[in-house]
């Protein structure tokens, strides 16, 4: 059975950068980050394509400060996170899907455990 293993996580001050690693045991076409906020519903932050076209997409809450890369000798996905705010404060998961890439939750059928990544101003 596909597992995923999240690392990275950690406390910064706000502007300061911090990366996210998800492994997984098995290859699908797509990998996606999502965050989940106290008292929050779960968001999508970004998603790649991991069947080696390797397009991504991003919400626009993280644009231009978040990247998504993909390792396909590693089956990892990295989440680079940039200029963090406080806002970005939550539990991050990756997730993967067998079909279709979106940044909404029901396309996933795996999860990871989550790492909490916390940013104070």
């Known amino acids: 059975q596909l597992r995923l293993v999240e690392s990275g996580g950690g406390s910064v001050q706000a502007g300061g950068s911090l990366r996210l690693s998800c492994v997984a045991s098995?290859?699908?076409?797509?990998t996606g980050w999502f965050r989940q906020a106290p008292g929050m519903e779960r968001e999508g932050v970004a998603h790649?394509?991991?069947?080696?076209?390797?397009?991504?997409v991003y919400a626009e809450s993280v644009k231009g400060r978040f990247t998504i890369t993909h390792d396909i000798a590693k089956n990892a996905v990295y989440l680079q996170m940039n200029n963090l705010k406080p806002e970005d404060t939550a539990m991050y998961y990756c997730?993967?899907?067998?079909?279709?890439?979106?940044?909404?939750?029901?396309?996933?059928?795996?999860w990871g455990q989550g790492t909490q990544v916390t940013v104070f101003a």
């Open positions: 997730a993967t899907a067998r079909f279709g890439c979106t940044l909404q939750s029901t396309t996933y059928q795996v």
């Open positions: 098995d290859r699908r076409v797509c």
């Open positions: 790649i394509w991991t069947d080696g076209s390797g397009g991504a």
